[in-house]
């Protein structure tokens, strides 16, 4: 079935909590068609500084289905000015600078031996939990879309995991929906402050995993880290915590999993990712650009 008939206007709204009759017509739409590979999710654009209607159709009715798509275009001819263009044409514009994002607010992820960079696992080739982007960011600068560019692969590994979120809210919801209500708790999940050389430099950010974006739609703040979260000591989300555990543990339908290779991208609703550990050689410095927005994706005309 080509994705053209399945667009963003026949997309239902995520359900209301209690309306059991858009919960099934959601659920149904969403089981309908999963993507089996990352090549599902792929979408070839020629120009990416101005892609065609086209081209930005078959990104949105893979955005529409599963909150996610992947580009692929002419390395030579893409930049950090690139992204920042593709992100404008999907109604991206608010930037979240974190303290270590390069001066333009679009961050380098490569492997940075020594410094405060080093600290961090983005900026390490270790391997990366399942999280969301951003969050430990302050519930009123929540991250609704990410994009993602390689430049440059690593000799070997660096392999990304992707799961719709709205998955893992209806299979949860699915088995029992007292899980979802559990990790909608605004309390949920507290990331600890976070302090530099003995001061404050973040105070603790206390939230829920799941919640509504300004526009309805779902919006997951989680990290698989064992560190540095801290779940609430409440029965039902710490079982609805280790469900959700196991959940991304089973490789559900719908999970794909692939390697980003130079000239690749993906543009997302900040849905759950992670990667495998990675080895470089020479001139194969994995390099990617990242790009956090505030904004959500919006649709083209
Ligand atoms: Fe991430």
């Given at each position: 079935m080509?994705l053209?008939?399945?667009?963003?206007?026949s997309?239902?709204?995520?359900?209301?909590?209690?309306?059991?009759?858009?919960?099934r017509r959601?659920?149904?739409?969403?089981?309908?068609?999963?993507?089996?590979?990352?090549?599902?999710?792929?979408?070839?654009?020629?120009?990416p500084?101005?892609?065609?209607?086209s081209?930005?159709?078959?990104?949105?009715?893979?955005?529409?289905?599963w909150?996610?798509?992947?580009?692929?275009?002419?390395?030579h001819?893409?930049?950090?000015?690139?992204?920042?263009?593709?992100a404008?044409?999907?109604?991206?514009?608010?930037?979240?600078s974190?303290?270590?994002?390069?001066?333009?607010?679009i961050t380098?992820?490569t492997?940075?031996e020594?410094?405060?960079?080093?600290?961090?696992i983005?900026?390490?080739?270790r391997?990366?939990?399942?999280?969301?982007?951003?969050?430990?960011?302050?519930?009123?600068?929540?991250?609704?879309?990410?994009?993602?560019?390689?430049?440059?692969?690593?000799a070997?590994?660096?392999?990304?995991?992707l799961?719709d979120?709205?998955?893992a809210?209806?299979?949860?919801?699915?088995?029992?929906?007292?899980?979802?209500?559990?990790?909608?708790?605004p309390?949920?999940?507290?990331?600890?402050?976070?302090?530099?050389?003995?001061?404050?430099?973040r105070?603790?950010?206390?939230?829920?995993?799941f919640s509504?974006?300004?526009?309805?739609?779902?919006?997951?703040?989680?990290?698989?880290?064992?560190?540095?979260?801290?779940?609430?000591?409440?029965p039902?989300?710490?079982?609805?915590?280790?469900?959700?555990?196991?959940?991304l543990?089973?490789?559900?339908p719908?999970?794909?999993h692939?390697?980003?290779?130079?000239?690749?991208?993906?543009?997302?609703?900040?849905?759950?990712?992670?990667?495998?550990?990675?080895?470089?050689?020479?001139?194969?410095?994995?390099?990617?650009?990242?790009?956090?927005?505030f904004?959500?994706?919006?649709?083209?005309?």
């Open positions: 080509p053209a008939q399945h667009t963003m206007d997309a239902p709204p995520f359900p209301e909590p209690g309306d059991r009759q858009a919960w959601w659920r149904d739409w969403k089981r309908a068609y999963l993507p089996l590979s990352m090549g599902d999710l792929l979408v070839e654009i020629g120009n500084l101005n892609p065609t209607r081209e930005c159709r078959a990104v949105h009715d893979r955005l529409a289905r909150n996610m798509a992947l580009f692929a275009c002419n390395p001819v893409f930049d950090k000015e690139a992204l920042r263009a593709l404008g044409k999907f109604g991206l514009h608010r930037l979240d974190n303290w270590l994002a390069d001066d333009d607010g380098s992820l492997v940075r020594g410094g405060v960079r080093g600290e961090f983005p900026y390490t080739n391997a990366i939990r399942w999280h969301t982007d951003g969050y430990y960011n302050p519930m009123d600068r929540q991250i609704h879309a990410l994009l993602l560019y390689c430049e440059r692969s690593a070997y590994g660096g392999v990304s995991g799961f979120h709205e998955l809210w209806l299979y949860l919801h699915e088995e029992d929906p007292t899980l979802t209500e559990a990790l909608a708790q309390d949920a999940l507290t990331i600890p402050a976070r302090y530099e050389d003995g001061r404050l430099a105070r603790d950010i206390v939230g829920p995993v509504r974006s300004p526009s309805g739609r779902l919006h997951m703040r989680y990290t698989m880290r064992g560190r540095n979260a801290h779940w609430k000591p409440d039902d989300v710490q079982r609805a915590r280790a469900r959700l555990e196991a959940l543990a089973s490789h559900p719908g999970m794909v692939g390697r980003l290779e130079a000239g690749m991208g993906l543009i997302c609703r900040n849905v759950l990712h992670e990667r495998t550990a990675f080895a470089d050689a020479p001139g194969h410095e994995r390099l990617l650009y990242r790009a956090r927005y904004d959500e994706i919006v649709a083209v005309s």
